[in-house]
Each structure stands twice: as structure tokens, then as C-alpha cells.
């Protein structure tokens, strides 16, 4: 006679239960879009496409007369200055939208350029590997090697100060970072018995890159161009900050940073205002990222 072990089906049941309770979090953390880092995000972009309508002041002009006017909260504040004015009187509210305007297409610029130079090689030396792949992983593997400080350093002092040149600047730093990211997931999708398929069927390679392995890797580059958007502002804010990115008198972050250093003690707001701006934005894109990356991962959406 065999003794068979007694089935606890409350247990099962519990068992069962659980994980449909742990899959309905994932589900809901998955689905669910970061309100606040999404609500600053379209602040800022409303502000940059706004911004001569919604800046109080011009963001160049100022008056000597109201030269350090400190923020509204503050004993000595005025209205008419909400965030208060730099050593030249200029409104420090007006300058942060105008800067949001530089920051937002200076990030759109390069990584339109960058993402498409950088994914374009990553798909090239992942479907023919050999000898192609070789050379762009080794240029790749130059870029890697330098930091992206004093790469965009060199070349920025080299082209001199200029918006078209921090843009050159950045995709050339940053171009790397997507063509390695995008060979490894060209190097498995290659692989796949649909692309075997499509060459038995006669497609030719390009047609193969762009119609079956291309919108595999589309979430990969959405995803890194998300979470490299706080990499573009914080070197572009760097640059300015140097004196080697878009010159003055246009007003960026990073130059009213630099500007207000001297005087950080008596001025605290001329430096702290444009650093918390540049802090949200590049948290913000960061968090909005790293929730694109979980929502487009198929991996994590397999809840059966």
C-alpha cells in the first residue's frame, strides 16, 4: 500500500494567491507613470516653448539699481523680482526659463545625433561582426577610456565656445555609449529564427536591420536616450560653467552658476536657483527612465 502525502489545499490556495497579489504590485508599478518627475518635465518644456511669452523680464537687460535683489521671502525682497536678480539686475526667474530653452535643445540636438550616429554603428558592427565590428568597438573603446569631462573639455577649447560646437562636443563624447549598448542587443537578436527567415528569403541586410532588427532594439534606444538626457544638461552646464560652452549673453544654467559664485555668501540665490534647476531636471529624467525601462521591458510584463 502507498501513503500519499495529504494535499493542504488552503495552502495552495494561499500560495496562489500570493503571487497573484505580487504580480498585481508589478503590474501597477509598472503601469504606473511617475507624477512628479513627469509634472517637472512638462513644466520645463512648457517653459521652454513659452519662454519669451512667460518670463517676466528680458533675461539680458538689467539695471544696476537692482543689483542683488534677493527673492520675495526674503527681508529686502520685491514682487517684481520673484527669485530676485544677479550683480547686473538681471531677473533670475527670466534667465531660468530662457536657460531651460538652451538646455532642453541642446539635449535634443545631441541626442538626435548622437543616438542615431551611435545606434546606427552599434547595428552595423553587431550584424556583420569581424573586422567592421572590431574597428568601431575599438574606436569605441577609445571614447570609453576618456572621461567625458575632459574629452568635451579638449574639444570644446579646441572649436572654441559656441552652441553648435557643445553640440558637436557632446555626440562626440556620448555616440559611444549607444553603440555598444545596441551591438549587444543586435549581437543576440541576429540570432533569432526570424532574421534567419528573412535571409532564406531573400532580404537583403539593410532590409533586415531596418525592418526586423531595428524595431526590436527601439525600447534599448528610447530607454538610453531617456536616462542620458541628465548626462547632455550636466555636461553642457558644466562647459558653460567653464567658460567653453554657449557664450554669454545668452543665459544658461551653468554660466549663472558661474556668475554667481563670486558673490555666494551675500547672493546665495544667483548659484542655487539655476544648481536646484539643473538638479531637477536631470533627477527628473533620470526617474522617468528608469520607469520606461521597467514599462518596456517584455521580461517584466510576463505576468502568467
Keep these: 500500500m502507498v501513503f500519499r502525502k495529504p494535499i493542504n489545499s488552503l495552502g495552495a490556495v494561499t500560495r496562489g494567491t500570493g503571487a497573484i497579489f505580487k504580480r498585481a504590485i508589478s503590474l501597477r508599478r509598472l503601469t504606473r507613470i511617475p507624477l ?3 509634472a517637472i518635465l512638462t513644466i520645463l518644456g512648457v517653459a521652454a516653448v513659452f519662454a519669451p511669452w512667460l518670463a517676466p523680464h528680458e533675461p539680458t537687460k538689467g539695471s544696476i539699481y537692482d543689483s542683488h535683489t534677493p ?4 527681508e529686502e525682497g520685491s514682487s517684481k523680482f520673484l527669485l530676485g536678480t544677479d ?7 527670466s534667465r531660468i526659463i530662457h536657460g531651460s530653452r538652451v538646455s532642453l535643445l541642446v539635449s535634443m540636438l545631441t541626442i538626435l545625433a548622437a543616438g542615431g550616429g551611435g545606434s546606427f554603428l552599434g547595428i552595423i558592427s553587431g550584424y556583420y561582426g569581424g573586422a567592421i565590428d572590431s574597428v568601431i568597438m575599438r574606436a569605441a573603446d577609445i571614447f570609453y577610456a576618456l572621461p567625458s569631462i575632459l574629452l568635451a573639455l579638449v574639444f570644446a577649447i579646441t572649436l572654441g565656445p559656441s552652441l ?3 553640440v558637436i562636443v557632446i555626440v562626440v563624447t556620448l555616440w559611444a555609449k549607444f553603440a555598444r549598448q545596441i551591438r549587444g542587443e543586435v549581437l543576440s537578436i541576429r540570432e533569432r529564427e526570424f532574421v534567419a527567415m528573412a535571409r532564406v528569403a531573400g532580404a537583403s541586410d539593410l532590409r533586415i536591420m531596418i525592418k526586423h532588427i531595428l524595431p526590436n ?4 534606444i528610447v530607454v538610453l536616450a531617456t536616462l542620458l538626457v ?3 544638461i550636466l555636461l553642457e552646464s558644466t562647459l558653460s560653467f567653464l567658460g567653453v560652452g554657449v557664450p554669454p549673453p545668452a543665459p544658461t544654467w551653468g554660466l549663472m552658476i558661474s556668475d554667481g559664485r563670486r558673490w555666494i555668501s551675500e547672493a546665495w540665490w544667483v548659484s542655487t536657483l539655476p544648481g536646484i534647476a539643473i538638479l531637477l ?3 527628473s529624467f533620470n526617474l ?8 518596456l521591458d517584455p521580461r517584466l510584463r510576463q505576468l502568467v
Design 71 to 74: 527673492p520675495f521671502w526674503q
Design 164 to 166: 553648435e560646437n557643445v
Design 281 to 283: 531636471t536631470i533627477v
Design 36 to 38: 512628479v518627475p513627469t
Design 217 to 220: 532594439i527601439a525600447n534599448t
Design 87 to 93: 550683480f547686473q539686475g538681471r531677473d533670475i526667474l
Design 288 to 295: 522617468l527612465g528608469d520607469w520606461l525601462r521597467d514599462y
Design 230 to 232: 541628465g548626462v547632455v
